[in-house]
């Protein structure tokens, strides 16, 4: 049996902590809790209770815990877009593992800064791009390689964000203003164009998008809509209303994370009445994004499609391959794999469903599937070939860069080559020395923080 892997999470938000925290405790991932970061007294005094975390483990301030003796041997980094660089490196140096939430870093720069810090620290970074260890992605994936439908001809996917979830993110939310977080189709989506190129393999050639901010903005409000729901004429009809949507006893995201704990009726109806979340999604700061198309061009001039959209009844993602032999088609929310092949007659169809086992989340499985593989890789170095590391995770954030930077300038840009796919980093084998690589120059402090790496 694989030891037990010691887990200190920073950001005890919704990731953190009704996420990972949660699947922790309830479910066999070979993790568990021992330490929390939060700034928020309350968000923390919480957490601690919930996951049986000691005063003396429970951090305001990140300095706080990086000065304490160490641990645990791998930390959760689910804070702010914002402050992920920032935090990643200051773990880093201090000789920790670390799963990272995406976004990478906010900035292209950055994000190939996080490389030198992971060369000359030593440590591993994984990127949580949860697409990629769900069944369902896996399963796709499985058939692509097999290689018994022939060759891929197109894949176009769709994230159909839903009207609710975007407007409580990207309207009113944390993700609302590109200058506040990235891009949207970064923030959001980075998930989806790693899921691409996983699936393909191949080398991205070029990148073109078109989108932008259509319809939460003040021309579409309707008359005399007033700047918050609660004083809004319209607050009992509107399909955005937040006192209808928020105002409820539903125990769970998105609902409880617009007050601070303890999650009540009463603090809901104050975060409704004078926080963000109560705001007219017509009269927002929010610049992102509302529709977004993405066009990869593959080396061998096969094309991949992607599709972000808010207006949709459905918060999933649709996924369309076509093959030489047959077409694939799949709804991750609805848990549904089916291929279509072709017979060659008129009116004539043979569809086989692809069993999919039930899974708890809405990112098909993947959040557990995540962290089950994270703790085999780390202590066995298996499922190499599914890992987000930091470098495999990489071309997602450059093709996001690009997406926007296209949709911006309305050009098609190519993709460095340095970006293709390439073997992923040989998985360390527990308590085995690693070589110093020849390109880097590490400095004696932070060799010396290497060797605290194996102490408790």
Known sequence: MNPTQDVIIIGAGARGNRVFAD??????????????????????????????????????????FLNAP??????????????????????????????????????????????????????????????RYSPFFRTVKAIIDAGELGAV??????????????????????????????PIILTKSCHDLDILY?????????????????????????????GRCTECRYRDECLYSATRFYLSERKEWPFDVIAPPPDTLALRRRAVEEGPYGRCVW???????????????????????????????????????????????????????????????????RVEPIPLPETPDSHGGGDLALLQALHEHLTSGGHGDIMTSLRSSLPSHVLAFLADESRRTRQRLPVPEIFAPRRPRRPRAPGLPVAEPESVVVNPASRARKRRKGER
């Open 23 to 64: 699947l922790i405790a309830h479910h066999d991932t070979g993790f568990r809790t021992v330490g929390v970061v939060e700034l928020d007294p309350v968000r923390r005094a919480a957490f601690q209770e919930r996951y049986g975390i000691p005063d003396e483990r429970a951090f305001s301030f990140i300095d706080d």
């Open 153 to 182: 001809r197109h894949i176009g996917l769709s994230e159909n964000v839903g009207h609710w979830h975007f407007a409580h993110s990207y309207v009113r939310g944390n993700w609302r203003r590109r200058d506040l977080t990235a």
């Open 70 to 131: 160490r641990f645990g041997d791998i930390v959760f980094i689910c804070t702010p877009d914002p402050t992920h660089y920032s935090l990643c490196r200051a773990v880093s140096e201090h000789g920790y593992d670390i799963l990272l939430e995406k976004p990478i870093a906010t900035n292209l720069p950055e994000c190939l800064a996080l490389l030198d810090v992971e060369e000359s620290y030593e440590n591993r970074i994984f990127v949580a791009h949860v697409l």
């Open 198 to 226: 996983w699936l393909m393999g191949k080398r991205v050639q070029s990148v073109s998008s078109h989108g932008g901010l259509n319809y939460f903005t003040a021309a579409n409000a309707p008359p005399g809509a007033a």
């Open 283 to 349: 009269h927002c700061d929010n610049d992102v994004c509302d529709t977004q198309s993405v066009v990869l061009e593959f080396a061998d001039r096969v094309h991949a499609t992607f599709e972000l959209q808010a207006l949709t009844a459905d918060n999933t993602r649709e996924l369309r391959i076509l093959f030489d032999t047959a077409e694939l088609h799949g709804d991750l929310h609805r848990g549904r794999l089916e291929i279509s092949h072709f017979t060659g007659g008129k009116d004539e169809l």
